[in-house]
């Protein structure tokens, strides 16, 4: 995570980037960067767009668990405790590096996109981080992409996507 926002300051201190204006994106593992960004770093982005990232780690790994099998041959528990440097999926420390359980610490608008038949990030994520925003009184959307996958496989709403993630950078962080 750190490796983004460092990679911003150098941009940063190398001119090329306007510390003022930025914004991150990313989908999936990048959806997580972006929130986990705008809670760790808010300092440094001034707004993000979330396509189907985790926002609440145990949340998403005991779902994972009752549903794939909690053993720690499960792919997707291993993916996340190994990358978060966790024991197990009930090691505290993924309570901590969970950006629904630290939402009062974002500072910028976020837009949450998520396709309802994603079964590789549950809908319930973002449901889950954009509630922990607005209860934090943060600015937040959420978009359900209705018959949509974790990637975006449909055309259509592939556009839409796009086309909303144009109009919140637009809205949150214009050119002029």
């Not at 720690?72 to 993916?79: E, F, K, L, T, W």
């Not at 994603?118 to 934090?136: F, G, H, K, Y």
């Not at 974790?150 to 144009?166: F, G, K, Q």
């Amino acid at each position: 995570q750190t490796d983004l926002s460092d990679g911003v300051r150098h941009l940063v201190g190398e001119g090329m980037v306007d510390a003022d204006r930025v914004c991150i994106v990313g989908s999936s593992y990048g959806g997580y960067a972006a929130l986990q960004g705008m809670v760790t770093e808010p300092d440094v982005y001034r707004c993000a767009v979330s396509v189907a990232g985790v926002s609440d780690l145990p949340e998403m790994l005991e779902a994972e668990g009752r549903q794939g099998g909690g053993t720690s041959n499960n792919p997707v528990i291993r993916y996340w405790t190994r990358f978060m440097g966790a024991d197990s999926r009930r090691d505290s420390v993924l309570r901590d590096l969970s950006p629904a359980l630290q939402a009062s610490a974002v500072q910028g608008p976020i837009l949450l996109i998520h396709g309802r038949d994603d079964t590789v990030v549950p809908l319930a994520q973002s449901e889950i981080m954009n509630r922990a925003l607005r209860s934090a009184g943060k600015d937040t959307r959420l978009i359900v992409l209705d018959g949509e996958d974790h990637w975006l496989s449909y055309a259509p709403t592939r556009m839409r996507t796009l086309e909303a993630t144009v109009d919140f950078l637009l809205e949150h962080n214009p050119p002029d």
